[in-house]
């Protein structure tokens, strides 16, 4: 049985003072080190750390809508050729499931408009429409693109979720996942033409985001499993599961992304195979092991904006117990020969069984 020898906190923040810290813009939210200097943590052979996170808390400074899950890939068919292209809903927060469909609408209409030579789209409805959630609705998108004689015979638009183009906006917009790049032969949205409109639906329930926890990875070598799709943001995911880099996931909120745990009670933690750790390298990823996106687009935000976070972690060193089968007999302090003095004392000696005459 393990028993608790002694417990060490460290208070960590990752934000800026005065001028950025050691590493320059890899010592950030995203990516930062600690460095234990002359405090570093050990333990004895018999001994194991145990390091877990209490505590944890950023404001919210990235968007909900992002490029993670943004992106709209199209192909329009019409009297001037076949056109293929893509879109990105703004960057930004998005109050309600309605003003998610009316962007979506806003972009919907620049990819037609860019499609044919005949005029502009104009959006006559688009639905959901005044809908927040705990409202009444199957919030399932869907809108209607009227211009006279536009002259498409096809339009396709994906969410996809493949290669460079993986996206998570399949789960925002409730479109059908494109799992692999077939040059845009399929469509996401169940779209109908008609001569003088264009009405595109979609096919499941739309979300005002698409990141609930951020997760917390470090290189320590400890025992902890992850699925696969969790650090895997270019090929279909499966559920296979690996070694894991993960500490903790926090909770993505509208303004902190925060917990707070009392005590040893953190269910968050990694059991460290080393005895002695001189510094840490932490990560802070998306889902599916991406970096956050910067809401200003330069990454820039870490070092000379408003990006940080702090947290509590917890040390723990256990004393691990001993097998109850294996005799623990002290060793003897003198060794059975004095060769050079042509004399036996372990004839004396308590620790000898056998002694040889």
Same mark, same amino acid.
């Given at each position: 049985?393990?028993?608790?020898?002694?417990?060490?906190?460290?208070?960590? =923040?990752?934000?800026?003072?005065?001028? #950025?810290?050691?590493?320059?813009?890899?010592? !950030?939210?995203?990516?930062?080190?600690?460095?234990?200097?002359?405090?570093?943590?050990?333990? #004895?052979?018999?001994? @194991?750390?145990?390091? =877990?996170?209490?505590? @944890?808390?950023?404001?919210?400074?990235?968007? &909900?809508?992002?490029?993670?899950?943004?992106?709209? &890939?199209?192909?329009?068919?019409?009297? #001037?050729?076949?056109? #293929?292209?893509?879109?990105?809903?703004?960057?930004?927060?998005?109050?309600?499931?309605?003003?998610?469909? /009316?962007?979506?609408?806003?972009?919907?209409?620049?990819?037609?408009?860019?499609?044919?030579?005949?005029?502009?789209?104009?959006?006559?409805?688009?639905?959901?429409?005044? @809908?927040?959630?705990? *409202?009444?609705?199957?919030?399932?998108?869907?809108?209607?693109?009227?211009?006279?004689? $536009?002259?498409?015979?096809? @339009?396709?638009?994906?969410?996809?979720?493949?290669?460079?183009?993986?996206?998570?906006?399949?789960? &925002?917009?409730?479109?059908?996942?494109?799992?692999?790049?077939?040059?845009?032969?399929?469509?996401?949205?169940?779209?109908?033409?008609?001569?003088?409109?264009? !009405?595109?639906?979609?096919?499941?329930?739309?979300?005002? %985001? /698409?990141?609930?926890?951020?997760?917390? +990875?470090?290189?320590?070598?400890?025992?902890? &499993?992850?699925?696969?799709?969790?650090?895997?943001?270019?090929?279909?995911?499966?559920? $296979?599961?690996? *070694? %894991? %880099?993960?500490?903790?996931?926090?909770?993505?909120?509208?303004?902190?992304?925060?917990?707070?745990?009392?005590?040893?009670?953190?269910?968050?933690?990694?059991?460290?195979?080393?005895?002695?750790?001189?510094?840490?390298?932490? *990560?802070?990823?998306? $889902? $599916?092991?991406?970096?956050?996106?910067?809401?200003?687009?330069?990454?820039?935000?870490?070092?000379?904006?408003?990006?940080?976070?702090?947290? /509590?972690?917890?040390?723990?060193?256990?004393?691990?117990?001993?097998?109850?089968?294996?005799?623990?007999?002290?060793?003897?302090?003198?060794? +059975?020969?004095?060769?050079?003095?042509?004399?036996?004392?372990?004839?004396?000696?308590?620790?000898?069984?056998?002694?040889?005459?």
């Amino acid at each position: 049985m393990n028993s608790l020898v002694s417990t060490r906190d460290i208070f960590v =923040s990752t934000q800026q003072s005065g001028t #950025s810290g050691s590493g320059g813009n890899t010592n !950030t939210f995203r990516n930062f080190k600690i460095c234990f200097n002359a405090n570093p943590l050990k333990c #004895s052979d018999n001994e @194991f750390m145990r390091l =877990s996170v209490n505590q @944890f808390n950023l404001y919210r400074q990235f968007y &909900l809508v992002n490029n993670n899950n943004n992106l709209l &890939l199209s192909k329009i068919t019409s009297a #001037s050729g076949t056109t #293929s292209s893509s879109g990105r809903l703004t960057s930004k927060d998005y109050a309600n499931i309605s003003d998610i469909a /009316t962007e979506l609408s806003v972009q919907i209409k620049t990819l037609l408009d860019a499609g044919q030579s005949v005029g502009a789209f104009t959006v006559t409805s688009t639905a959901p429409a005044s @809908f927040s959630i705990g *409202q009444t609705g199957d919030r399932i998108y869907e809108a209607v693109f009227t211009l006279n004689s $536009h002259g498409i015979t096809a @339009f396709n638009l994906q969410t996809p979720q493949f290669s460079d183009n993986f996206s998570d906006s399949y789960a &925002l917009l409730g479109g059908k996942r494109i799992s692999s790049d077939d040059s845009i032969a399929t469509s996401s949205f169940t779209v109908t033409i008609a001569t003088n409109t264009i !009405t595109v639906k979609g096919k499941y329930p739309m979300q005002r %985001s /698409t990141m609930p926890f951020l997760y917390l +990875r470090s290189e320590l070598n400890g025992n902890n &499993l992850e699925s696969q799709n969790l650090n895997n943001a270019n090929d279909t995911p499966s559920t $296979h599961i690996l *070694q %894991s %880099s993960i500490i903790s996931k926090i909770p993505v909120g509208d303004e902190f992304c925060s917990f707070q745990f009392d005590s040893e009670a953190s269910p968050y933690f990694v059991d460290i195979e080393s005895n002695f750790v001189s510094e840490i390298n932490f *990560q802070i990823r998306d $889902h $599916h092991g991406r970096t956050i996106p910067d809401p200003a687009g330069d990454n820039t935000i870490e070092t000379t904006g408003n990006l940080f976070c702090d947290m /509590t972690l917890k040390v723990l060193i256990y004393k691990t117990g001993t097998n109850p089968n294996v005799l623990d007999t002290p060793v003897a302090p003198y060794s +059975r020969f004095d060769l050079t003095a042509n004399k036996q004392p372990f004839l004396n000696n308590p620790y000898m069984m056998n002694p040889m005459t």
